[in-house]
């Protein structure tokens, strides 16, 4: 633990953690924060759902583009052109009324997402010294993960309070101030695109690629499911106010969970740890349908959020292990776009779902995109064997330019 204390206590870390958490917080609210918009104009779950929906399917549409201008041209770019259209987006959206117009600037919006975590992760590799990047890797996910326990707390406070405009337009500004910060940071200017191998393998020729894809569209269903089904139930159940703690609860303990991680990455292979940890996520998953958005929602989502958070570092190590040279952002920006554009239409779904049948149909079916995804993984380890040994320093070097969350 003495090694996360002494990347906290280094100035030009903390300098990038703070630069990056306005942006991430920004992305912990937006979900919220356009669900009770649209659920406040229309009094619809359904339409708040496929708000929501449509805005994460066009992020993810896009992420796999935004990956590759920053292999190609570097993180200045994408960041000046896109966070100063997100927010402009964001403050007409909460001007907006009407279904239509709502759902429309919701879609639109989600194509100008600024790649924050994209920018950010290849930054730690001109940051921080050679010998703390696993540890700055563990500390950077849990980072991510403070920022989701705060942001649905805050939209959703701020949703249901006297303002409710207020948590829209503080996301526009959180975003704008993360945007210039990293923008003006040394370590910004110092960072290039790692040099691709000319004749070599592309990203979609990769077997292991194709694997974590198919595997990731299940994953983002059921995450689509999910993220919809919480706030759908305790909307039904008439306690809005509990959808916030709920998530807080699991990103809480993603945060144990991804520095339990960190510290037991070096004992196992990526491969034989993601393992463990996706079938502990499917026997945490096994009894969502049968809670309630109360306190038993937030024990069953303590432990999803302990096995996620634990599970996601060693997924960015197995991608990092099969991915193809020159695609330090491409590889997870892709991946991204299968997961995303699926979990929007989980969210869509399962909005339809929650409002016509029930929430616990949305959450059974996210128990069953993750036994799906276990049983992808389960069958397709053979493809993954270039992660089933403990990774060497140069791998975690070259990890940190993979990681991102499921916003980029």
């Known amino acids: 633990m003495s090694s996360y204390w002494q990347?906290?206590?280094?100035?030009?870390?903390?300098?990038?953690?703070?630069?990056?958490?306005?942006?991430?917080?920004?992305?912990?609210?937006?979900?919220?924060?356009?669900?009770?918009?649209?659920?406040?104009?229309?009094?619809?779950?359904?339409?708040?759902?496929?708000?929501?929906?449509?805005?994460?399917?066009?992020?993810?549409?896009?992420?796999?583009?935004?990956?590759?201008?920053?292999?190609?041209?570097?993180?200045?770019?994408?960041?000046?052109?896109?966070?100063?259209?997100?927010?402009?987006?964001?403050?007409?959206?909460?001007?907006?009324?009407?279904?239509?117009?709502?759902?429309?600037?919701?879609?639109?919006?989600?194509?100008?997402?600024?790649?924050?975590?994209?920018?950010?992760?290849?930054i730690w590799k001109v940051t921080v010294p050679q010998e703390w990047y696993r540890a700055t890797f563990a500390v950077d996910t849990a980072m991510m993960s403070v920022t989701a326990v705060i942001g649905p707390v805050v939209a959703t406070s701020l949703a249901l309070s006297s303002h409710p405009s207020f948590g829209l337009n503080a996301a526009a500004s959180l975003m704008v101030i993360s945007g210039i910060s990293i923008s003006l940071l040394s370590m910004t200017k110092k960072w290039r695109p790692e040099e691709k191998i000319k004749g070599g393998p592309s990203l979609l020729s990769s077997p292991a690629i194709r694997l974590l894809m198919l595997e990731g569209a299940f994953v983002g269903l059921g995450t689509g499911t999910f993220e919809i089904a919480i706030p759908a139930f305790a909307t039904l159940k008439n306690v809005q106010g509990h959808t916030g703690p709920i998530f807080a609860a699991l990103a809480i303990f993603n945060v144990i969970g991804s520095l339990i991680g960190g510290l037991l990455s070096k004992k196992f292979s990526p491969l034989a740890a993601f393992r463990l940890t996706y079938f502990s996520w499917f026997v945490a998953s096994l009894p969502l349908a049968l809670l309630n958005p109360d306190w038993t929602l937030m024990i069953g989502a303590s432990f999803l959020g302990l096995a996620i958070g634990a599970q996601q570092v060693f997924y960015w190590e197995i991608t990092e292990a099969v991915r193809p040279q020159g695609s330090a952002a491409s590889a997870i920006g892709w991946l991204w776009t299968v997961e995303g554009s699926c979990a929007a239409f989980g969210t869509t779904l399962g909005g339809y779902i929650s409002q016509h049948f029930s929430p616990r149909w949305s959450l059974l079916m996210t128990t069953t995109s993750i036994g799906i995804g276990l049983i992808v993984i389960l069958w397709g380890s053979k493809f993954l064997h270039a992660a089933n040994h403990i990774p060497s320093d140069e791998q975690d070097i070259r990890a940190l330019d993979d990681k991102t969350s499921t916003e980029s």
Do not use: E
């Open 7 to 122: 990347i906290f206590r280094y100035r030009p870390a903390q300098l990038l953690l703070l630069s990056a958490f306005p942006g991430r917080f920004a992305y912990g609210m937006i979900s919220l924060a356009i669900y009770f918009k649209v659920h406040q104009d229309t009094s619809s779950i359904g339409i708040a759902g496929l708000a929501v929906g449509l805005n994460g399917l066009a992020g993810a549409l896009t992420a796999g583009i935004r990956s590759a201008v920053i292999d190609k041209f570097g993180l200045l770019i994408p960041l000046r052109i896109l966070v100063p259209s997100y927010a402009l987006l964001i403050i007409t959206f909460n001007h907006m009324h009407g279904a239509t117009p709502l759902v429309i600037v919701s879609f639109i919006m989600g194509f100008t997402a600024p790649p924050i975590n994209l920018a950010v992760r290849p």
